[in-house]
Nanobody, 127 residues
Framework: QVQLVESGGGSVQAGGSLRLSCAAS????????MGWFRQASGKEREGVAA?????????YADSVKGRFTISRDNAKRNTVYLQMNSLKPEDTAMYYC???????????????????WGQGTQVTVSS
């Protein structure tokens, strides 16, 4: 059984930075895409950033373009990072790592593309 484990969340002041990590454990094979989603209190879960693990092509939500960067670890299979800079209070949410194993990905920002989810890590940005 594959598990995704996130780390790196925390509390930071506006303008600060955090780096989230996500690694798959268990009986894994190469994922086709991996991404980060977030869910703020009372809101729908939304796509933040995602990457095709083979090509490295990426997707970013408009709200984070220029501030967040998703990257893959070429030395560690099924490991991705999310570098978050210039954080704003509206970035406060639970952040979830997601991956697609065993099937192709077409639209990176869409929740239905992913069949494996982490437990989430909280990011809180204060003004």
């Amino acid at each position: 059984q594959v598990q995704l484990v996130e780390s790196g969340g925390g509390s930071v002041q506006a303008g600060g930075s955090l780096r989230l990590s996500c690694a798959a454990s268990g009986d894994t094979y190469n994922s086709n895409c991996m991404g980060w989603f977030r869910q703020a209190s009372g809101k729908e879960r939304e796509g933040v950033a995602a990457i095709f693990t083979s090509s490295g092509s990426t997707y970013y939500a408009d709200s984070v373009k220029g501030r967040f960067t998703i990257s893959r670890d070429n030395a560690k299979r099924n490991t991705v990072y999310l570098q978050m800079n210039s954080l704003k209070p509206e970035d406060t949410a639970m952040y979830y790592c997601a991956a697609s194993f065993g099937r192709l990905c077409t639209t990176l920002g869409r929740k239905s593309e992913y069949n494996t989810w982490g437990q989430g890590t909280q990011v809180t940005v204060s003004s």
